[in-house]
């Protein structure tokens, strides 16, 4: 996360998920507060939301990540940073980032 901008490293927003157990270290390892949303309150992180809905469009609901080639992954990755964005002004978010 050190290669994002500043303005884009002020705070992270996590959901409840046991994948986040270890939210301590990895706020202290970036200095970033963390706020967790609510449980069962998406709309609390619309943007992940969004992109949870764009990214079943590649790999339906409950697929396992683990059966996609790691060029896949980046492929539908590619993809969706260079697909514009309404909330971004119709930019997309790799232009928004100078990639």
């Given at each position: 996360?050190?290669?994002?901008?500043?303005?884009?490293?002020?705070?992270?927003?996590?959901?409840?998920?046991?994948?986040?157990?270890?939210?301590?270290?990895?706020?202290?390892?970036?200095?970033?507060?963390?706020?967790?949303?609510?449980?069962?309150?998406?709309?609390?992180?619309?943007?992940?939301?969004?992109t949870n809905g764009l990214l079943r469009q590649y790999f339906p609901k409950?697929?396992?990540?683990?059966?996609?080639?790691?060029?896949?992954?980046?492929?539908?990755?590619?993809?969706?940073?260079?697909?514009?964005?309404?909330?971004?002004?119709?930019?997309?978010?790799?232009?928004?980032?100078?990639?």
């Amino acid at each position: 996360m050190s290669a994002l901008p500043p303005r884009l490293r002020r705070s992270l927003t996590w959901d409840q998920g046991k994948q986040m157990a270890l939210h301590t270290e990895i706020t202290a390892a970036l200095g970033m507060p963390a706020y967790f949303c609510d449980k069962a309150s998406p709309w609390q992180r619309p943007s992940n939301e969004n992109t949870n809905g764009l990214l079943r469009q590649y790999f339906p609901k409950g697929s396992d990540l683990r059966a996609h080639a790691p060029d896949d992954l980046a492929a539908a990755a590619a993809e969706l940073n260079a697909r514009p964005r309404k909330t971004l002004g119709w930019d997309t978010p790799a232009g928004r980032l100078g990639l």
